[in-house]
């Protein structure tokens, strides 16, 4: 099985959502106080039930910590106008980051309002690139709170549509196989790079996806093996973790 840094599994996905926050937020203060007292700390999160169910969950306990010291990143976007159901960065405000006090949500460009060249995802995609260059150079988050499809894409990196070696740090996606069909995503060099990645998924649909992921598949097959390390911390609960073979 592929060494990662924890694998932890829970009876039920209350448990594995109180879990996970109680563990993340306690990361999270470690890393602020030992980032020098002008920098944020940069976080990842992604969409689907990280912005759904598990940060919602933590709403009661958002106070636990400075998120003046925070820049949170989405690591895909859908590409649609603002203020849109689909929209990652919506789901993720509303069900939580309004609440953390001084957090800088960086959002990634909408259909109808990126600037320069409003409507184009090509334009959409270099102006937040630019943005991230400003923001980060050379660098990747510090850590990163993810989930995964029942196909094993993670952010908007889908079988088969994954480079390892791109060499832009954001990449505009079109023809999704899961609408809405554009999308803007960091790329997996850069999920790569992260400091740490900390992924939480549920589900019995997960279950065939993790299972071979963790068993060494391609991360070309499986793009949630390509951050799998030494340095990530998977949470499951039991039913996303029957498919795998600790032998």
């Given at each position: 099985?592929?060494?990662?840094h924890?694998?932890?599994?829970?009876p039920?996905?209350?448990?594995?959502?109180?879990?996970v926050?109680r563990a993340?937020?306690?990361r999270?203060?470690?890393?602020?106080?030992?980032?020098?007292?002008?920098?944020?700390?940069?976080?990842a999160?992604?969409?689907?039930?990280?912005t759904?169910s598990?940060?919602?969950?933590?709403?009661?306990h958002?106070?636990?910590?400075d998120?003046?010291?925070?820049?949170?990143w989405?690591?895909?976007?859908?590409?649609v106008?603002?203020g849109?159901?689909d929209?990652?960065?919506?789901?993720?405000?509303?069900g939580?980051?309004?609440?953390a006090?001084?957090?800088?949500?960086?959002?990634?460009p909408?259909?109808?309002?990126?600037?320069?060249?409003?409507?184009?995802?090509d334009?959409?995609?270099?102006?937040?690139?630019?943005t991230?260059?400003?923001?980060?150079?050379?660098?990747?988050?510090?850590?990163?709170?993810?989930?995964?499809?029942?196909?094993?894409?993670?952010?908007?990196?889908?079988?088969?549509r994954?480079d390892m070696?791109?060499?832009?740090?954001?990449?505009?996606?079109?023809?999704s196989?899961?609408?809405?069909p554009?999308?803007?995503?960091?790329?997996?060099?850069?999920?790569?790079?992260?400091?740490?990645?900390w992924?939480?998924?549920?589900?019995a649909?997960?279950?065939?996806?993790?299972?071979?992921?963790?068993?060494?598949?391609?991360?070309?097959?499986?793009?949630?093996?390509?951050?799998l390390?030494?340095t990530?911390?998977?949470?499951?609960?039991?039913?996303?973790?029957?498919?795998?073979k600790l032998?």
């Amino acid at each position: 099985m592929v060494s990662v840094h924890t694998l932890e599994v829970f009876p039920t996905i209350d448990e594995l959502n109180a879990a996970v926050g109680r563990a993340f937020f306690a990361r999270l203060r470690q890393l602020i106080d030992e980032a020098d007292t002008d920098v944020r700390v940069n976080v990842a999160i992604s969409g689907g039930a990280i912005t759904t169910s598990l940060l919602p969950s933590l709403a009661p306990h958002v106070d636990e910590v400075d998120w003046s010291r925070i820049r949170v990143w989405l690591v895909d976007e859908r590409y649609v106008a603002a203020g849109d159901a689909d929209r990652n960065d919506e789901q993720a405000w509303e069900g939580f980051f309004h609440a953390a006090t001084g957090v800088d949500l960086v959002r990634m460009p909408t259909a109808d309002t990126c600037a320069p060249g409003a409507g184009s995802l090509d334009n959409a995609t270099a102006a937040f690139t630019q943005t991230w260059r400003s923001l980060m150079g050379d660098h990747s988050f510090d850590i990163a709170l993810i989930g995964m499809g029942p196909d094993g894409h993670i952010c908007s990196l889908f079988p088969g549509r994954v480079d390892m070696d791109e060499a832009s740090p954001i990449l505009a996606i079109r023809n999704s196989p899961k609408p809405p069909p554009e999308r803007i995503t960091v790329s997996m060099p850069v999920m790569r790079a992260c400091g740490e990645v900390w992924l939480t998924t549920a589900g019995a649909a997960k279950a065939d996806a993790l299972g071979r992921a963790l068993s060494g598949a391609s991360p070309l097959d499986l793009p949630v093996a390509g951050i799998l390390s030494p340095t990530t911390h998977v949470y499951l609960d039991e039913a996303a973790a029957s498919g795998i073979k600790l032998a």
